[in-house]
């Protein structure tokens, strides 16, 4: 074991332990689970050793801080954007990312399909949902969210691939919101939409992901719980 990365070691195989409990005490195969390492102000090189352990999907939150660690992380790495995405940085990201989680409007879905289209890609997206109703968070409201899948499924140069939520702080642990986001996901995917291929549910991160697979997760986002408190320069 390299002693500098022990912890993120030592962080992967209780992540994987947990997840795995979670997973079979559902009924579910830990496997049909990925994690995701959120990367946000964490060196390369911790990013990279994660990802020597298996971690390879990663979860990049800003455009600019990406843009100056893509060249230097491991060539078969999974980029998914994360966070906010201002419309006029789509250009940076569209050839370096297999899929945007956080399309939270038709508008910038639209933009995506513009960008997209110039360089013949299909984007994969996830609609950000806005389960628990917080002014402070972007997202389509639980009630609107079916036309706006309609609507972004009619897109060229893009396929609705599901949803990612980040549910408010709950005494139950986000049980009540985690169970209507997998009413959400399943009730989207029956109706198998054309554009769409719903199949990925990310939500749960490192407070409460093994929550979140009780109720359907199919992605969790794990930051501070695998690689500690952000305090690292970027």
Not at 132 to 157: H, N
């Amino acid at each position: 074991m390299e002693t500098e990365f022990a912890d993120i070691e030592e962080n992967i195989k209780r992540i994987r332990g947990n997840l795995g409990e979670a997973a079979l005490k559902s009924g579910r195969n830990p496997d049909d689970i990925r994690i995701m390492a959120v990367t946000k102000t964490v060196p390369f090189e911790r990013v990279n050793f994660a990802a020597s352990q298996g971690l390879t999907l990663l979860g990049e939150n800003r455009v600019q801080e990406f843009l100056q660690k893509k060249e230097h992380y491991v060539k078969n790495a999974e980029i998914h954007f994360i966070g906010h995405l201002q419309s006029n940085k789509i250009k940076y990201i569209i050839d370096s990312v297999e899929m945007i989680e956080s399309v939270d409007s038709v508008k910038l879905g639209e933009e995506i399909s513009g960008r997209a289209g110039k360089i013949g890609k299909i984007m994969d997206i996830l609609c950000e949902v806005n389960i628990g109703g917080e002014e402070s968070k972007s997202g389509f409201s639980p009630e609107e969210i079916t036309e706006a899948v309609c609507r972004l499924a009619e897109l060229p140069g893009i396929r609705v691939r599901g949803f990612m939520t980040i549910p408010p702080p709950a005494a139950d642990g986000g049980s009540l919101y985690f169970e209507k986001m997998q009413r959400i996901f399943e009730d989207t995917a029956a109706k198998k939409i054309p554009g769409t291929d719903i199949d990925t549910l990310s939500m749960g991160m490192s407070a409460d992901y093994t929550e979140a697979v009780r109720f359907g997760s199919t992605l969790v986002r794990i930051g501070s719980g695998l690689f500690g408190a952000r305090n690292y320069p970027v």
